[in-house]
């Protein structure tokens, strides 16, 4: 069964601070893996990754793929208070619209 | 502002009702999605709308069904309700044939089965 976990589930840090979230996924016909930020009520669009080894960057976000080892991360550097959320991510399959969702990490920045 | 748009934003409904949730897409966009979100889990893929046809299911029974009209608006329907359809639905809708992966979701509609 295709699956896409993402660790960890929850993580509470200081303004300044620089996170990293992890999805790992073990999908058939994986075509890319997206990150999205929900923050309260509809994901939005981070970043779209189908090459391994190529970062993409976004201001203080940056995430990478290996497909090789079948997972990705999401950086964030000098976290602010407006980046709590909870990150999910996903994997889009071919022949398929359908995408694969972790259950998300919770992201909380404090001041 | 991804340009879709869901009404009701949140209902209420009891064991065995019927309910229908409603979806404008941007036009162009010929191409609908709906999702379910559990509290404290990610979207689940109900199923998927192109150019007024399914083409697309997930692990859903068939009360959950679905209508896409020719002016980008899209329908989701559940029928006898169960507590378990307490959740977050969210309708994403893109342009195009090629999933190229990136949705454009909606606020979502919350709905409570009591």
């Known amino acids: 069964e295709d699956k896409v976990v993402q660790s960890p589930l929850s993580l509470v840090v200081h303004e300044g601070d620089t996170v990293t979230l992890n999805c790992s996924y073990e999908?058939?016909?994986?075509?890319?893996l997206l990150w999205y930020k929900q923050e309260k009520k509809a994901p939005t669009f981070l970043f779209m990754l189908?090459?391994?080894?190529i970062e993409k960057k976004s201001g203080r976000l940056s995430s990478i793929l290996d497909k090789k080892e079948l997972f990705s991360i999401l950086n964030i550097t000098a976290t602010q208070t407006g980046d709590s959320a909870v990150y999910l991510c996903a994997v889009s399959l071919y022949n398929t619209d359908k995408l694969i969702f972790g259950t998300g990490t919770r992201l909380q920045v404090f001041p | 502002e991804t340009g879709v748009t869901q009404s009701p934003t949140h209902l209420i409904k009891t064991r065995g009702q019927q309910v229908t949730l409603r979806c404008s897409s941007q036009?162009?966009?010929?191409?609908v999605s709906w999702y379910q979100q559990a509290l404290g889990q990610g979207p689940q893929f109900i199923f998927q709308?192109?150019?007024?046809?399914?083409?697309g299911r997930g692990n859903f029974p068939p009360r959950f069904s679905g209508l896409q009209f020719p002016n980008y608006s899209s329908e989701l329907n559940v029928n006898a309700l169960e507590l378990d359809d307490s959740a977050l639905y969210l309708c994403?809708?893109?342009?195009?044939?090629?999933?190229?992966?990136?949705?454009?979701f909606g606020e979502g509609s919350r709905l409570t089965v009591l």
């Open positions: 189908t090459s391994s080894g």
């Open positions: 999908v058939t016909n994986f075509r890319s």
């Open positions: 709308y192109y150019r007024e046809e399914e083409n």
């Open positions: 994403a809708s893109r342009t195009g044939t090629v999933n190229t992966g990136e949705l454009f």
């Open positions: 036009s162009g966009h010929n191409t």
